[in-house]
């Protein structure tokens, strides 16, 4: 059998050449040196297909609306519900908690404020309290002075009142004026037997517009009973005075700063 008869000799010439050439390199199953590299190429063996590049990530769609109700529209259908919102729980209530073992009780509600009564306290301060009464009372038979507030007495001495013809006049008067370190002069010219020499004295209480006082006397040694019986002429020891009351130093003094002006004078018998 001659298959290659037809062949020319050059061709022929040729087929021997390359099968000589592949007889002494014969092929191997090595891959193309793009194939050998760490990460194949594309279309070699055992490479990894290629991902397609990302693409835009979808946007999340908007939840579906609510349905609504329709306003002024018409009646829904039967069946549908408007979506409602659920209310929050209630909190739970507190326990009571139980009182201390030393706690007070409660107030009683029919008694009066505390703040009520100090309230009235301090309006009954603030009011001011009544008037004292005032008022001397001068005994004519007992030689005798009495100072009184509301009627109790808070002053007592013993005094010197008119002589036998110059008594001191009865009746209901007023202080109407104070004198301190007043000159006494006398109300009848010198000739008159009533009359007297000008004199000093500490303390002086006007109580009859004439000229009668409550006042002390330097001059006088003697007060009380016996001192205003005697007659003759007025302002010694026994024979009593002008009509004025005669009152010792202290107790004049004492009485002097204690009266006031507008105080009763009581001449009394």
């Not at 990530?57 to 529209?73: D, E, F, I, N």
């Not at 006397?217 to 007060?223: G, L, T």
């Not at 026994?238 to 009266?259: K, Q, S, Y």
Request: charged share 15%; with cysteine.
């Amino acid at each position: 059998m001659r298959p290659l008869a037809f062949l020319s000799a050059p061709i022929l010439a040729v087929l021997a050449s390359t099968q000589i050439a592949f007889a002494a390199n014969p092929p191997t199953n090595n891959p193309p040196p793009a194939c050998q590299a760490t990460t194949p190429a594309p279309g070699c063996p055992g490479a990894v297909p290629a991902s397609p590049p990302p693409s835009a990530s979808p946007k999340p769609s908007a939840a579906p609306a609510a349905p609504q109700l329709p306003v002024g529209g018409p009646v829904p259908p039967a069946g549908f519900l408007a979506p409602t919102v659920a209310p929050p729980p209630a909190p739970a209530p507190a326990p009571d908690a139980a009182p201390p073992a030393d706690a007070a009780p409660p107030p009683d509600a029919s008694a009066t404020p505390a703040g009520d009564d100090a309230a009235t306290d301090d309006a009954a301060a603030a009011e001011p309290p009544p008037p004292v009464a005032k008022k001397i009372v001068v005994y004519r038979s007992q030689e005798k002075l009495i100072a009184y507030e509301n009627d109790e007495p808070v002053m007592e001495t013993v005094v010197t009142t008119g002589g036998p013809r110059t008594p001191t006049p009865l009746g209901t008067y007023h202080v109407l004026g104070k004198r301190q370190a007043f000159m006494m002069t006398s109300p009848w010219p010198k000739d008159d037997w009533r009359y007297y020499e000008p004199s000093w004295v500490n303390y002086a209480l006007l109580f009859e517009s004439s000229g009668y006082f409550l006042h002390d006397a330097p001059w006088r040694h003697n007060f009380g009973p016996g001192s205003n019986t005697r007659f003759g002429e007025a302002g010694g020891d026994f024979t009593g005075t002008h009509g004025c009351v005669n009152i010792p130093l202290n107790e004049e003094m004492r009485l002097f700063f204690w009266a006031d002006i507008g105080t009763p004078v009581i001449v009394a018998p």
